[in-house]
């Protein structure tokens, strides 16, 4: 390589490591100048419902089969509950649950006084046959998704089914690896056509103009998004 062209390329490097610090710190100001913005902004562990694969929101607002969201994080779930059977009419809390965010080996919250076992990966109420029916698991297995719905200000929560974990993963990694962070994408979930009950997918993923005052809040919901 010529003096000339090891110069060129030495400019370019530096042009381009400039651009990346420029770029970093204007993420930096943005994010900085939207943590006043996101204090305005609600939190709440209300849940969106997707009964009939439809999409309504928990002020009663129904978006139908399709709905657009911005998601700011997610935890992996385990919940028993004393009453096997879902009663929208007796709304139970779980006697034992736990919440991971990431690769952390699952164990159940610390401030649950008799936890049914010492971990969720051995526990007998997370194997395969031990549900009732001898098909699922007696112990409700679900992903928990932080999310924004387009036109919203508030975090609400959308439940993923165990059915639907590998495929939400997936995808959402996936955005992740695109962009760095999900909070960066609107999101378009609608339901697996694949199957008769209610299973939320990402099927498509634009840009978030928002992603700088989304980012602000993802760090205040998932401080508290983990049950204690």
């Not at 913005?37 to 562990?45: D, E, I, K, N």
């Not at 690769?103 to 008799?114: F, H, N």
């Not at 996936?174 to 990402?202: D, H, T, W, Y």
């Amino acid at each position: 390589m010529t003096k000339q062209a090891t110069a060129s390329k030495a400019s370019t490097d530096v042009a381009v490591k400039n651009k990346a610090t420029e770029l970093a710190n204007i993420e930096q100001e943005m994010a900085a100048a939207a943590e006043a913005m996101a204090a305005g902004l609600q939190v709440t562990s209300d849940k969106v419902s997707t009964q009939n694969k439809a999409y309504k929101l928990p002020d009663g607002t129904l978006l139908g089969p399709t709905m657009e969201a911005v998601v700011l994080g997610f935890t992996r779930s385990h919940s028993y509950y004393e009453n096997e059977q879902y009663d929208p009419q007796n709304i139970q809390e779980p006697m034992c649950y736990a919440d991971t965010i990431g690769d952390t080996d699952e164990v159940p919250t610390a401030s649950i006084e008799k936890p049914l076992n010492p971990d969720c990966k051995s526990c007998p109420n997370n194997q395969f046959g031990s549900a009732s029916n001898g098909k699922g698991k007696r112990c409700k297995e679900e992903m928990r998704v932080a999310i924004v719905p387009k036109g919203t200000k508030e975090a609400v929560v959308l439940n993923i089914p165990p059915t639907g974990i590998k495929a939400f993963s997936k995808t959402i990694n996936s955005i992740i690896k695109a962009n760095g962070l999900p909070v960066k994408a609107m999101c378009r979930f609608e339901f697996n056509p694949s199957v008769q009950f209610s299973q939320p997918i990402i099927t498509d993923a634009a840009g978030n103009p928002d992603f700088a005052i989304h980012f602000a809040q993802s760090k205040e919901v998932m401080a508290d998004f983990v049950r204690k």
